[in-house]
Structure formats: C-alpha cells, structure tokens
C-alpha cells in the first residue's frame, strides 16, 4: 500500500491510495535433522557453595544424533561449571528424534553471587546421518542459586584457655 497522492483542497485532506496483491507459491523442503531444545533446568548449587546442575534436552527433529555431546556454558562470573571453568562437556551417544536426555554438571556459585537466575548455554555437536559433522543453535535457559545457609547457636557455654584442651556445651 503506498499513497498516489494528497488533496489538500479539503478539509480534512483526501488521501489517495493505492494497494497491489502480488501472490507467490513456494515448495517447501523440511530437512530430516536433529534439532534440539532444553525442557528442564535444576540445581542445587548454594551462594557460596557447591552443587550440581541438571539440564534436560530434547531432541526436537526428525533425525537422529550420532556422537553427540553437550557443551554447556555459564558466561557470568559468579557461577562456575566443573572445578574450575565456565564451561563443560557431557557425551550422549546416539540421540533419537523425540529422546529427552539429562546431564548432571558439578556447579559452584561464588560468595558475593546474588540469588537471581542466571544464563546457561549450550551447544549440541554431533553428526548426522551422512556422518557430516554438525552443531546445533545456541539453547539456554537459566537457573537460581539457592540463599547461602546460615546457622546460629544458642545456650552455649564453656571454659577455655589459651593453649589449654577445653569443652564447648551448647
């Protein structure tokens, strides 16, 4: 639609418009491939601590993975994957159209993190069923760690020295 011209003559101006219907027909070809998409995300991790998380990802094409593997990434500074990374693998196998498949990954948040979701993404590489080396789209989703524990005492008492063996009661 695009306007020919305006009558200024009138009050309110006439707009003069034209329109144009141009109609295409397409074939369209859906490939037979694996596609991927996480449904679940969970974690234990606490402020402070250590925990695991665990991603469920589906299979959503209509081929199966060969070799798969999941990479799965925490971009912020305040979340760790594996001991000392941002990032880890875990290997699936063979992955069929429709399959859900669950990783565990050990986790950390560090002390000053905040309680808020924070992103993970993944990536899904494996081949295809001409054995032709493929990765999939970005996935992501997000998790929360939990508030970091704390503990208080109450009703203690006891007797210690400076060098000396004591007792604590409470």
């Known amino acids: 639609t695009y306007t020919l011209f305006v009558d200024y003559g009138t009050t309110p101006p006439e707009f003069v418009d034209s329109y144009h219907d141009?109609?295409?027909y397409l074939a369209l070809s859906i490939r037979d491939v694996p596609r991927f998409?996480?449904?679940?995300?969970?974690?234990?991790?606490?402020?402070?601590?250590r925990g695991n998380v665990s991603v469920t990802v589906r299979n959503v094409g209509t081929a199966p993975a060969r070799d798969a593997t999941l990479r799965l990434?925490?971009?912020?500074?305040?979340?760790?994957?594996?001991?000392?990374?941002?990032?880890a693998?875990?290997?699936?196998?063979?992955?069929?159209?429709?399959?859900?498949?669950?990783?565990?990954?050990?986790?950390s948040a560090t002390s000053d993190a905040v309680?808020?979701?924070?992103?993970?993404?993944?990536?899904?590489?494996y081949?295809?069923?001409d054995g032709v080396e493929?990765?999939?789209?970005?996935?992501?989703?997000?998790?929360?760690?939990?508030?970091?524990?704390?503990f208080a005492t109450t009703n203690?008492?006891?007797?210690?020295?400076?060098?000396?063996?004591g007792t604590i009661r409470g």
């Open 89 to 107: 693998r875990a290997f699936a196998g063979t992955w069929a159209p429709g399959e859900n498949r669950t990783f565990e990954f050990t986790a």
């Open 37 to 49: 998409e996480i449904v679940d995300a969970d974690s234990t991790v606490g402020v402070g601590g």
């Open 127 to 129: 081949r295809d069923r």
């Open 22 to 24: 141009q109609r295409y």
């Open 73 to 87: 990434d925490a971009p912020s500074e305040e979340l760790r994957l594996g001991s000392q990374s941002t990032g």
């Open 156 to 165: 203690v008492s006891g007797v210690l020295h400076v060098g000396e063996p």
């Open 115 to 125: 309680v808020r979701e924070y992103p993970l993404t993944g990536r899904v590489s």
């Open 134 to 150: 493929r990765t999939s789209r970005n996935l992501t989703t997000g998790i929360t760690p939990l508030p970091e524990q704390t």
